[in-house]
């Protein structure tokens, strides 16, 4: 069982550049998520996803869009990466939503450094 | 709003010392909490977790949490240090009935030999 997969593991991108962060999951979750862990500020969430078709915004979302086609990938897409987006990029998943079964417990997956120059 | 503090960024102990990590929540309605664990270079996992019922929560590696509704806290402890310990640890809280989870800043844990 992989889990939770990630790719890249690390980029560096020159500003104004764009790229997608890929993750995906093999574990049937319905929540799919995205965080950026920045020093001294803990994780913060940018999107998340409750169901294929269905995404929202979290605490940072400007500059990155989400999309959710099918229930295993939810990909993280930079549109024009600036300086400020330097930092490490972490996809969770859990199996749906709390009060149905689940208590919410994230899997997370290794992370994705990006370095934008 | 809910919100999750973590007192002190950097925490050092003896290795064979007790470890407390301290975690205080806001919320409005009763949350689940959560101590999640980062080692170098790596994902977060679960440590433990708090939803409903039994307000000592035990974890992996010896570590245990207690919810005490009237302080909002829930503090992370390890009877003895191990130098395997050191790791970031982060509290986290998800509101009952929604699935966004709030993480704190995170602790450094030193073990020192």
């Known amino acids: 069982n992989a889990g939770v997969t990630q790719t890249p593991k690390f980029q560096v991108l020159k500003t104004g550049q764009s790229m997608t962060l890929q993750c995906a999951q093999d574990m049937n979750h319905e929540y799919m998520s995205w965080y950026r862990q920045d020093p001294g500020m803990g994780l913060r969430l940018i999107h998340y996803?409750?169901?294929?078709?269905?995404?929202d915004q979290g605490e940072v979302p400007n500059g990155y869009n989400v999309s959710r086609s099918t229930t295993e990938d939810f990909p993280l897409r930079l549109l024009s990466a600036a300086p400020s987006q330097t930092s490490v990029y972490f996809c969770?998943?859990?199996?749906?939503?709390?009060?149905?079964?689940?208590?919410?417990?994230?899997?997370f997956g290794e992370g994705s450094r990006l370095t934008v120059l | 709003a809910q919100s999750v503090t973590q007192l002190g960024s950097h925490v050092s102990v003896s290795e064979g010392a007790l470890v407390l990590l301290r975690c205080n929540y806001s919320s409005s309605v009763p949350p689940y909490l959560f101590w999640y664990v980062q080692y170098p270079n790596q994902g977060l996992q679960l440590l433990l977790k708090?939803?409903?019922?039994?307000?000592l929560v035990k974890g992996i590696n010896g570590f245990e949490a207690e919810f005490k509704k009237s302080e909002t806290s829930f503090h992370l402890t390890k009877p003895s240090a191990h130098m395997s310990d050191a790791a970031e640890y982060f509290c986290a809280l998800m509101r009952g009935g929604y699935q966004k989870v709030t993480f704190g800043t995170g602790t450094k844990l030193q073990v020192i030999p």
């Open positions: 708090y939803t409903t019922g039994a307000t």
């Open positions: 996803s409750v169901g294929a078709g269905i995404t």
């Open positions: 969770a998943s859990s199996y749906g939503l709390a009060g149905i079964g689940d208590t919410g417990e994230l899997f």
